[in-house]
């Protein structure tokens, strides 16, 4: 296979902003359905019922550990731009309902479109030498270590935390949640692919 260009600097930073940005509007719509999603994220929005601290504090915290591992595994630049990335969704979400409030959606809905909107984001900055933090640098370095499809790992681990979830959630919201979580993995499982997708960094 031959290796697609290398991306510019400016193309990698508008990337990674653009995919911040969807990734924060997505966790925005699970928050105001009462939804809950698998990795930090879901954790984060989880932790929140129980504790006087914001998401963005949370799900930054949660992902220290990971952004360290990505440091290791990935080297410096990757780490940088993960916390980064990271630090700009914790921003966003935690600032957005001065700019943008939902009287009412359906938790169906919410679950559609908040799984979309971040497995789009998360997609555009994996494209560019970046990730949230949090289990995303694991299934990354399955993928790269193993050859196990990135959206595959986080799939498992997603569902793994909802389930973990039952008694936190009613059943409907938590079916919601599934469907979210499901939708998320699917896009990165669909078009993260290391045989069909390879960027010189």
């Known amino acids: 296979m031959i290796p697609q260009p290398k991306h510019t600097t400016i ?11 969807l990734v924060a509007q997505g966790v925005y719509f699970l928050q105001q359905a009462g939804l809950l999603t698998g990795g930090t994220t879901g954790l984060a929005l989880l932790v929140t019922q129980f504790v006087d601290l914001s998401f963005g504090t949370l799900y930054f915290l949660f992902n220290i550990p990971f952004y360290i591992m990505g440091w290791r595994r990935f080297g410096t630049q990757f780490a940088l731009r993960s916390v980064f990335a990271g630090g700009m969704v914790s921003l966003i979400v935690d600032h957005i309902s001065h700019v943008f409030t939902i009287g009412w959606l359906s938790p169906l809905y919410c679950g559609l479109i908040g799984g ?11 494209r560019h030498n970046a990730s949230l933090g949090g289990f995303n640098v694991l299934a990354l370095i399955c993928q790269d270590k193993f050859g196990i499809r990135a959206g595959n790992v986080q799939m498992a681990i997603d569902l793994g935390i909802l389930l973990a979830s039952f008694f936190f959630v009613s059943p409907w919201l ?10 998320l993995n699917l896009v990165l499982t669909m078009n993260h692919r290391p045989d069909r997708y390879v960027v010189c960094y």
Do not use: Y
């Not at 193309?11 to 940005?21: K, N, R, Y």
């Not at 979309?116 to 994996?126: A, E, K, N, R, S």
């Not at 938590?174 to 939708?183: D, H, K």
């Open 174 to 183: 938590l079916a919601c949640s599934v469907l979210g979580a499901v939708v």
């Open 11 to 21: 193309e990698d930073m508008i990337a990674i902003l653009s995919g911040t940005f």
């Open 116 to 126: 979309l909107l971040m497995g789009v984001g998360m997609l555009m900055i994996f």
